[in-house]
């Protein structure tokens, strides 16, 4: 499998990492959209949301995430998690990711 996230979470290709435990990862984007934005990474590949039926998987993306967000204290000014799922969903790396987006005020506009 060609996939870039399964190379991060191999340790093949680097990345900095902000968080990690024995099922995520929590990266910075190479291309940020915010001041802060990162990216939630499950270690084990599903393409998409819509491939993934496990709980603790599903649920530990919200769990990592507001973990994160306090650890860094974005929760003070506030923070957005999107999921991006198929190409018209503007998902461009098919390997499930939330991305954390924070550092100024967001636009509402969500498309």
Do not use: W
Request: proline share 4%.
């Amino acid at each position: 499998m060609d996939c870039i996230f399964c190379k991060i979470v191999e340790g093949t290709v680097p990345s900095t990492k902000v968080y990690e435990d024995d099922n995520f990862i929590v990266i910075k984007d190479i291309n940020p959209q915010a001041p802060v934005h990162l990216l939630v990474i499950p270690k084990r590949h599903y393409s998409t949301l819509m491939d993934c039926d496990e709980r603790d998987i599903l649920g530990g993306l919200i769990d990592v995430a507001k973990r994160v967000s306090t650890e860094k204290r974005l929760h003070e000014r506030g923070f957005r998690l999107v999921i991006n799922t198929n190409e018209e969903g503007g998902q461009t790396v098919f390997h499930l990711h939330m991305h954390i987006l924070a550092g100024r005020a967001l636009s509402g506009k969500m498309g």
